[in-house]
């Protein structure tokens, strides 16, 4: 069954970093997408992506926050000066957008800003 | 978006029914979807509901929708231990979910 990766599974870095998480959505989908979700609080949604652009995004997806689809396959999120508060786990996921946009999801990076 | 909001803790016996309750805010949200999270896991999607729909059954899934008052149910029959996850409800096509619910199945 195809499914959606993320790399890595978890991430250190230090505050004031440059991150890039990496996602490999399923192959036939064209919509995608990046969520957190910060220990013991609810899933977030930060960004969607369709036709190499963004279509939607959050509050929570400021100036630190950029999302890239570099070639036919990965869809990177990359924060510029990573907060502490930035530490969470962070899922890609992707749909076909046909009926109830199903959407697929990965196992998430851990990030850990210290 | 406005809080989804969930219990956050459920505990059941195996073989008894669960039920997972979620009280949504987006009225104009076409489906309504729940989702499970395993440990260490990502989220997958369960079962969704089409918001003219009241009640949608999948084997041993039943969702159960009440617009009026903006709640939606998840019933699991026959409870098993591999049914223990978090379970999130989500409204709209950006999904907006819940703090999802702990669902303990003790043998």
């Known amino acids: 069954e195809p499914e959606v990766t993320q790399t890595p599974s978890h991430q250190v870095t230090q505050m004031g970093q440059e991150v890039i998480l990496r996602c490999v959505p399923i192959s036939n989908h064209l919509y995608f997408y990046w969520y957190r979700q910060i220990l013991g609080q609810k899933v977030e949604f930060l960004v969607s992506?369709?036709?190499?652009?963004?279509?939607?995004k959050s509050e929570i997806f400021d100036d630190q926050f950029s999302v890239e689809r570099p070639d036919g396959s990965n869809f990177t999120l990359k924060i510029r000066s990573t907060k502490l508060e930035d530490s969470a786990m962070y899922f890609c996921a992707s749909d076909d957008r046909v009926g109830p946009y199903e959407q697929y999801f990965g196992p998430g990076t851990r990030l850990t800003v210290t | 978006g406005e809080d989804v909001e969930q219990s956050l803790f459920l505990s059941v016996r195996e073989g008894d029914s669960s039920v997972i309750n979620c009280t949504y805010t987006d009225s104009s949200s076409t489906y309504l979807y729940w989702y499970k999270q395993e440990p260490g896991a990502g989220l997958q999607l369960l079962t969704y509901?089409?918001?003219?729909?009241d009640m949608k059954q999948d084997q041993r899934l039943t969702v159960l929708l009440n617009k009026k008052d903006k709640h939606l149910s998840l019933r699991i029959a026959d409870t098993q231990t591999g049914d223990s996850a978090i379970y999130f409800c989500a409204e709209s096509s950006a999904l907006n979910f819940g703090k999802g619910t702990s669902l303990l199945v003790t043998p």
């Open positions: 992506f369709y036709n190499n652009e963004i279509s939607e």
């Open positions: 509901i089409f918001s003219n729909m």
